[in-house]
């Protein structure tokens, strides 16, 4: 059948880096506590006026295109990730276009928290596998820290910034298989209630309501009981053995998440990619990050079989299983 493979992989960081030395300046917490509780060492910071969601996705979109070895012309649809976006409208997908010379193709964005990429991914493929499209541009990109409160040293130093983008193309192979979910019965634990509107920052509680609030043990605790769960349930539905899985592609949001899910599926951890240590959780952007990291050090190989999965506010969990 007819299914996306992707033939083009690229990211964009910005250059501006923050370690867990510079945050111990910030709030009260030191590398050893960021280092043992989450893997993380130092992130990107984007300053949201240079760099910011729709820039940044610009960037990654054309080292996408030029991994690709197409012309932005080919591209039939643009399907772009972000919970961060600056643009109210047009998409960040719309403002990519014009920076890859796309014009006339279809372009939308999603907006599913931390599993975006997954779900932008999965309609692309739908897209194809339906004969709805042949060449797809899918893309995460996010600027989370210009949403962190940071005096809440809780979240301040778990995100960081950055966009990531794959290019699909329908070729003959295995189909994508995937399951998404949400419960907004445990929205409570990780919100953001408002974007930033100059005019309405001396509003009473504005401010405040555009930070980002998380409960991280309950989310922790959702997700290291969730995630193994769903991809069980996808092995199951799809009928595959986790033992033919060459890459568990995970959200980047701890290392400890993704150490407690190896070891429930009983997976070696060497399969578990990670670069939490140098990006911190980029949401959205995270999972096409880590891809283009991988091809670059020869990681990938053509027919690998990928599992991706990622989990964020909603709350929002899913993975898809599909041949590199
Ligand atoms: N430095 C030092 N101490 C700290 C820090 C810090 N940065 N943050 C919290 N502490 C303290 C707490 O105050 C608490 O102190 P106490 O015991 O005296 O009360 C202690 O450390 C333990 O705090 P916990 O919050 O229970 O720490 P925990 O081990 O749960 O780690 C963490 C916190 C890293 C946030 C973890 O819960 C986590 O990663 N959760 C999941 C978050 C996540 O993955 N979110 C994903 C989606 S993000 C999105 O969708 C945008």
Redesign the pocket.
Known sequence: MLTGKIIGLGSYLPPKILTNDDLSKI????DE??TE??GIKRRHIADAVEDKASTMACKAALAAIEDAGISGSEIDLIVAAS?TPDVVFPSIACCVQGAVGADGCACFDVNS??PGFIAAYNTAQSYIESGNAKTVLVLGAEC?TNFVDWED??TC??FGDGAGAAVLRAEEGMKNSFIMKASMNRGAC?HCEAMKQPKRVDEEGFLKSTF?Y?Q??E??RF?VTEVPALIDELSKKYEFDLGEVDHFVFHQ??RR?IEATAKKLGVSLEKFPMNIQDTG?T?SASIPILLTQMKKEGKLKKGDKIVMSS???GLTWGANYFEY
């Not at 709030?27 to 030191?30: A, G, I, L």
Request: proline share 0%; net charge positive.
């Open positions: 709030v009260d917490t030191n506590w960021i509780r989450t919970t928290a931390c989370l040293r809780g130093i778990l990780l980002m998380m991280g043990r989310v922790f997700v949001a701890n998440i959780n949401s989990f964020g506010g």
